[in-house]
C-alpha cells in the first residue's frame, strides 16, 4: 500500500502475466490492469474487498495481456494505437502462443498524458512504445505499472511483429526520466525501482541502451 493505495499484484496464465489491482483504501475504487487470464483468486479479491473496478487498463494488446477482459466483464482502455491488436489474432500474438480469447471492443482510446480517475484515485498516462505500437505505462504517484517496456534487470522484446528496437529504447529513456524512488511494476517478474534499473539493468550502460540479446 502506497498514498492511500493499494496495490495487489497476481500471476496469471501459461506465461505468467502480472495483473494488478489497484484501488483507493478509502473509496474502494479501483482498476484492473492487464488480465491475461481469467483468475478466480482476482475475482475473489474484488469480491471479498468489495472494491469496485471502473475500468480493465490493458498496457498492450497481447493476448497474453488481454485473455482475462471478456470475462471479467468491465469497460476497458487501451491507447489507439494498439486497439487493432485487441482483436486481432493474427496481430496479438494469439497464433504465437497457442492462446486464443476474444476481447471485447475498448471502450475508450488513450492517448499520451491522459488521465484515467477513480475516486481518491489518478493515474496518467505515458505512451511508452516498442514492444508494440500502443503500449503505455501508467503512472500514480511513486509506482508505475511498465507492462512489457521495461523488467527488473532487462526491457520488453523488440523482434515481433510491429515492434520497433527504436521506439523501445526511447520509452526506457522515457520511463528512467522517473524519480530513482519510483516503484516499477512489470508486466512480467518481480517489482523493481527506477533507481535499482538505472544501475543495474544490462541493456542500460552509462546512458546508452544496448540492443538487448533477449527479452520478454
Known sequence: ?????????????????????????????????????????????????????KNIINTHGHIDHTSGNKKFGYPILIHARDNELLRNPSKNLAFF???????PPAERLLSDGDTIAAQDLSIKVLHTPGHTPGGISLVSGDMVFTGDTLFRE????????????KELFNSVKKLMKLDDSTKVFPGHGPATTIG????????????????PALGR
Open 1 to 53: 500500500m502506497t498514498d492511500g493505495k493499494v496495490v495487489k499484484a497476481f500471476s496469471v496464465g501459461a506465461l505468467e502475466t502480472n495483473c494488478y489491482l489497484i484501488y483507493s483504501r478509502k473509496s474502494k475504487e479501483g482498476f484492473l490492469i492487464d488480465p491475461g487470464a481469467f483468475d478466480k483468486r482476482v475475482r475473489e479479491a474484488i469480491s471479498e474487498g468489495r472494491i469496485k473496478i
Open 154 to 165: 532487462g526491457i520488453g522484446r523488440s523482434d515481433f511483429p510491429y515492434s520497433s528496437e
Open 97 to 103: 502462443i497457442g492462446l486464443f480469447s476474444e476481447s
Open 196 to 211: 535499482h534499473e538505472r544501475k543495474n539493468n544490462p541493456f542500460l550502460k552509462a546512458g546508452d541502451y544496448q540492443s
